[in-house]
């Protein structure tokens, strides 16, 4: 194994880092406590998801398509298992792995895979055996679930009624979050061999996809159950800010497209918390380990946009108080658990075009365990979540800035993927008719949303308007 002692890690009700590389964290009783910072692995090209064997052994997925191993503190150049048609392109690629809750019996392993199909990409969810460091025996749970370079999800997660739950996008189509004849932005429930539970909240509604668990949501990449209470919590991603920590329960829509960031409407889920500017939630955790005592019960979130962890205190659902940890260490956080040993692992996500540059040296896969080597004090970032300011009044401007600004730019000067619009340079078309089209219809192949349904014909032409007005 490459271990670096990079860092040592110190919390003041949480852990952030130091240039120095010092850090250090008082607990309640005022006792010191010391963490480290070792690299486990690097040249990796997004990690997307760490979990655990019962024997200690790591199991990761690359998006490119491959399931790696380290053991024993040394990475395996074999992989586990290689997906030979991996549909990799953007956000898309080898994503959620989850054991079986009854690994040790029966050796099974979930993994959720983008895949092309007459030119189309799709996700499914495979099952494998697991045989002598092999995955063998593929099943396909489910498949078919149309996917985009964006907006795929797919975080898995056995719940404590050991049913499988899947996270999936909305496939840059927004309209689909509320269709339940479709997959799409939904957090789907079914049995460990496929079939689809009895008490599934629409098992009797004949229109509507049976495995549905709830609906409305835009990107959901985090699924985490809080011990005790067995509530699920979902992060979610917004558009141009709107970042979102739900509290899923049976049944219930979660808006989007038809409310996002502040807004409310009846019969729809608001969000628990809600970030704006955006942070880009992740994988989510319980730290439920030994390591760190202070840890206990607090929601750890990986932060993509953000550049770090998001630590959430708890307390009978009502939320305490809420720190940024590693901010801008680090770059962007992928995966975060919680290992057999109670230390807590992360992954890297910088090799994540177009938000990063892709340089190398590419994604790392971190641990941050105790250690007893002193540092200088810091204190962590404390901040607030954005959800009781005042709802923003639906405008031509406004619903540009929350819904278009983070691809073509806030003066639609455009970004390091998507070409700039001043000056009327637009590739397809650039009269009022050739805009509307594309806002109604998008064009999902290279990563624009299809806004038809989602909001109104009347605001996609004010819209259309508001395009032409600022690019002249």
């Not at 963490?35 to 998801?49: G, R």
């Not at 996270?167 to 927004?174: K, L, R, V």
């Not at 549905?212 to 919590?233: C, D, M, V």
């Not at 049944?251 to 889920?269: A, C, D, F, L, R």
Request: charged share 20%; glycine share 10%; with cysteine.
């Amino acid at each position: 194994m490459r271990i670096n002692h990079l860092a040592s890690l110190a919390l003041v009700l949480g852990f952030a880092f130091l240039s120095g590389f010092n850090y250090r964290k008082k607990n309640m009783y005022g006792k010191e406590v010391f963490f480290k910072i070792d690299t486990l692995a690097a040249n990796l090209i997004v990690p997307w998801q760490i979990t655990f064997l019962p024997d200690k052994t790591m199991l990761f997925t690359e998006r490119t398509g491959e399931v790696r191993l380290i053991r024993n503190g040394k990475l395996s150049e074999r992989p586990v298992l290689k997906v030979n048609d991996i549909k990799a392109e953007s956000k898309t690629g080898l994503l959620g792995t989850v054991l079986h809750p009854n690994f040790i019996k029966n050796h099974l392993i979930y993994i959720a895979q983008n895949y092309g199909e007459n030119n189309k990409i799709r996700l499914r969810v495979v099952q494998y055996l697991y045989e002598k460091d092999n995955l063998i025996n593929p099943k396909t749970l489910i498949q078919g679930i149309p996917g985009a370079r964006n907006h795929t999800g797919c975080r898995l997660v056995f719940g404590p009624d050991k049913k499988l739950y899947i996270s999936t996008g909305d496939a840059d189509q927004p309209i689909l979050a509320q269709d339940l004849k479709t997959y799409n932005g939904k957090i789907l429930r079914i049995n460990d061999d496929g079939s689809i539970p009895k008490d599934n909240p629409f098992i009797e509604n004949d229109t509507a996809k049976k495995e549905i668990w709830s609906y409305g949501h835009r990107n959901p990449q985090g699924l985490a159950f809080e011990p005790f209470t067995n509530k699920l919590y979902a992060t979610e991603h917004g558009p141009t800010g709107g970042d979102e920590l739900n509290v899923i329960e049976k049944g219930s829509n979660y808006g989007w497209p038809v409310i996002h960031h502040q807004e409310t409407k009846h019969g729809m889920v608001k969000p628990f918390l809600e970030y704006t500017p955006s942070i880009g939630p992740a994988e989510a955790t319980f730290y439920k380990g030994n390591a760190f005592p202070e840890l206990k019960g607090s929601l750890l979130v990986a932060c993509l946009r953000g550049e770090s962890i998001l630590r959430i205190q708890l307390d009978q659902g009502k939320v305490v108080k809420q720190e940024v940890l590693l901010k801008k260490q680090y770059g962007r956080i992928r995966s975060i658990v919680v290992g057999p040993d109670g230390f807590i692992y992360i992954s890297t996500s910088n090799f994540d075009l177009p938000e990063s540059k892709g340089e190398r040296p590419y994604d790392m896969i971190l641990r941050l365990s105790p250690s007893t080597e002193k540092g200088n004090q810091i204190i962590a970032q404390q901040i607030i979540s954005n959800n009781k300011g005042d709802i923003v009044q639906s405008s031509p401007a406004n619903m540009f800035n929350q819904l278009c600004a983070s691809c073509h730019g806030d003066k639609l000067q455009g970004s390091t993927s998507v070409y700039s619009l001043v000056g009327g340079k637009f590739k397809h078309g650039g009269d009022k008719k050739s805009i509307v089209n594309n806002i109604t219809n998008g064009i999902v192949d290279k990563g624009m949303p299809a806004w038809n349904g989602a909001i109104s014909k009347k605001d996609i032409e004010s819209l259309a308007d508001y395009v032409l007005l600022n690019t002249k």
